[in-house]
């Protein structure tokens, strides 16, 4: 019977603007507007109808109860998957379709990134996730080598107009577009010239005609970043004010139109909105590729320069370690971008070549939440034109708990630990994370027969336009069946420290028992699900949740029926995952090691952050070291928080305590990230990670710290 009371004090509570976590159950969305309150009463019964009618009644009892917690529960009905990674350069090869009509094949990077926005606000609608695009330096460039084209084309007839020659404008055009060594910051200035020989244009002249050239279009690559940065900050998907849940993969383009399309949007990122606001998205993650844009005689080279001399050198060993630094400097500015580290033996693949020009189709990236998709049973290994079709968590405090109080072990909000067997407790632990487990995949497949039963005009955009691999090939009433089986399952997880804290005494922070056991805990979830992954041929996997609100919902839930225990149910959140609880003092470098251990046994995505102190722009030598650190000791996905603050009132950015020590404002803007994505003001949080955040200890402060 469907809970008709809860559902109506749910709805009043958004109707009366109360500033409670249903209201802020996602920070990128505003629960207060017109738009933002339907889309909260839609979940709230698109939730109910789910698991009213939807689901098994054991899934949805299990879901209820919050021992797990199934994701995206309000789209569940419409069938629609979480999230994709597309190839925007075959999008846009001969033009894309939209309902409203046909969108024809772009000439340059200002229309490239336009229409790069517009494809993630459009695919937006037909998925209840997010967007990655795998390779954008390398899909941008197109454009940026279109526009030198156009622009070299304009400067030589502007001179011919000037000088009064005759050309065929058609003929010319050609010329320059044919010819394989006309190229940004390459063009070769004699082969120009014996090109136009029939003009007489002096040598000194067409050097210049392609220096302005190569000036103009640097130019038109700084604009169009900032406009593709702007629109992806303005342009609502979604009701609630909410823009795109973007992401973009970026790095190993070493061609000299890929790093410009870096260096713009470099640029564009530390530049910030219009009265310096961090961007909110793109989420940007570079790349980092040992031959390509990192080594370790650059790193050391780099250790022995002052930062500021960093942009001097020219010559080094890695094509794009400039490009690595200067991603250094933005992430210490913007806290974009995030690195993901390719050189992990998980990461590699057989058919990846440095000469080959379409290495990127091998290359993973990720949903920068941290959504990881690459290994496929059913297909290509690959990230592109695939994505993640639905995950479910357990919530593994509330289980632990649960195993002890069956025990007899719980009294008065407090565990008896000293008839607290460790092993038996730790063995049938495990067992019960199996059962477990095996009904979250069995949950997941009821959901992927339930997606599958989907036909292909039910996401127009998506197939017709081959978003997902091998769409374009369906006919509008075919299934989606033969798409959507390229897509991921996975396993989340949530509060791994407070369950261990609750069966053993001491969170993985704490001891390396705990984390021997905190990582037997995972593998067994990976046991399960590979016999699911051979079972149903589908590409089963466990991911280290994302958790934003579920990490309060969990809690709150779990503390309900447990009662407050001490470093277990006390707190607002639970802990992100497999992280180090937030609050637990523990050196940057301890930590990347303890979470590191966790990363190949959650492939279907995780991340790991460290939190710096004061302004970490004064100290890059301190974020590479943490960045290197990082990729030698198996992190697959990672990133630097720091404070970023702003005053709302002169717009004054840096560290700011209190009041703006410029204008002695005291209404400030403190950027943070709350699970992979940034929030502008934290009032927009959830309760519970408003707690989580005002227990984050730093891990490193603003001097060089050793392992």
Not at 170 to 196: A, C, G, H, R, Y
Not at 268 to 281: C, D, K, P
Not at 553 to 566: E, L, N, Q, Y
């Amino acid at each position: 019977m469907t809970n008709t009371k809860n559902i109506s004090n749910e709805i009043s509570s958004i109707i009366s603007v109360e500033n409670n976590d249903l209201k802020n159950e996602n920070a990128n969305m505003s629960g207060d507007t017109p738009s933002g309150k339907m889309m909260k009463f839609a979940s709230i019964t698109a939730k109910e109808y789910a698991l009213e009618n939807l689901l098994d009644k054991k899934h949805s009892d299990l879901h209820r109860q919050s021992i797990i917690h199934i994701h995206d529960l309000d789209y569940y009905a419409t069938k629609s998957a979480t999230c994709v990674q597309y190839n925007i350069e075959e999008i846009f090869k001969d033009g894309f379709y939209t309902r409203n009509g046909h969108i024809r094949e772009p000439k340059s990077i200002a229309v490239y990134a336009e229409l790069a926005a517009i494809v993630f606000q459009t695919a937006q609608n037909e998925m209840h996730g997010g967007q990655a695009i795998p390779a954008f330096d390398f899909f941008m460039a197109k454009g940026v080598s279109k526009s030198f084209n156009k622009r070299l084309f304009e400067n030589v007839v502007s001179y011919l107009e000037i000088t009064e020659s005759k050309y065929d404008e058609k003929v010319l055009k050609d010329k320059i577009n044919s010819s394989d060594f006309i190229k940004f910051e390459n063009t070769n200035p004699n082969q120009l010239m014996d090109l136009l020989s029939q003009f007489s244009i002096p040598e000194k002249t067409i050097k210049k005609l392609i220096e302005n050239a190569n000036k103009k279009v640097s130019s038109d690559t700084d604009q169009a970043m900032e406009g593709f940065i702007y629109n992806l900050n303005t342009q609502h998907s979604r009701g609630g004010n909410q823009v795109v849940f973007s992401s973009i993969n970026i790095g190993t383009d070493t061609s000299n139109e890929g790093r410009q399309v870096i260096k713009s949007l470099f640029k564009a990122l530390r530049n910030g909105l219009g009265n310096g606001e961090t961007s909110i998205f793109p989420i940007v993650i570079f790349k980092v590729k040992d031959g390509l844009n990192f080594s370790q005689n650059d790193k050391k080279r780099a250790d022995s320069l002052n930062q500021k001399d960093w942009k001097n050198v020219n010559d080094w060993e890695t094509k794009n370690f400039d490009l690595f630094l200067d991603a250094l400097e933005t992430t210490s500015t913007r806290l974009f971008p995030n690195f993901m580290f390719l050189d992990q033996p998980y990461n590699m693949h057989e058919k990846w070549n440095i000469n080959d020009p379409n290495r990127w189709m091998y290359e993973p990236a990720t949903m920068g939440c941290r959504t990881r998709v690459f290994e496929n049973i059913r297909g290509e290994k690959t990230s592109v034109g695939r994505g993640n079709l639905s995950f479910t968590s357990l919530n593994l405090p509330f289980i632990a708990l649960e195993l002890l109080e069956d025990k007899g072990l719980i009294s008065n909000n407090y565990i008896d630990r000293e008839r607290t067997n460790r092993e038996e407790i730790k063995e049938e632990f495990l067992t019960k994370i199996k059962e477990l487990s095996n009904e979250v995949c069995q949950q997941l497949y009821n959901r992927y027969k339930f997606q599958i039963s989907a036909i292909a005009k039910e996401f127009p955009f998506l197939m017709r336009n081959n978003v997902l691999t091998g769409g374009q090939s369906l006919k509008a009433n075919d299934s989606v069946e033969d798409v959507f089986v390229k897509g991921t399952l996975t396993i989340g997880f949530v509060g791994l420290a407070e369950a261990l804290k609750a069966l053993i005494g001491v969170h993985h922070g704490e001891s390396e028992e705990a984390q021997e056991f905190g990582i037997e805990i995972v593998k067994e979830m990976n046991k399960v699900s590979e016999f699911w992954k051979q079972k149903t041929e589908l590409n089963y996997g466990v991911i280290a949740t994302p958790a934003e609100s579920v990490a309060g919902r969990m809690a709150k839930v779990t503390k309900s029926r447990f009662g407050s225990i001490s470093e277990i149910t006390t707190r607002d959140y639970f802990t992100n995952s497999n992280h180090v609880p937030v609050y637990y003092n523990i050196s940057a470098y301890k930590k990347i090691q303890k979470e590191a251990a966790y990363h190949k046994w959650t492939l279907g995505g995780n991340i790991s952050y460290i939190e710096l102190d004061g302004e970490a722009k004064k100290n890059l030598h301190a974020i590479l070291s943490v960045v290197d650190y990082m990729k030698n000791n198996g992190i697959n996905y990672g990133s630097l928080n720091h404070p970023v603050d702003r005053c709302k009132k002169c717009h004054y950015t840096s560290l700011i305590q209190l009041n703006c020590p410029k204008c002695g404002a005291n209404d400030i803007s403190r950027t943070r990230r709350i699970t992979g994505y940034l929030v502008g003001d934290l009032d927009g949080w959830n309760s519970g990670k408003q707690a989580e955040e005002r227990e984050r200890v730093k891990h490193l402060k603003q001097e060089n710290e050793n392992s």
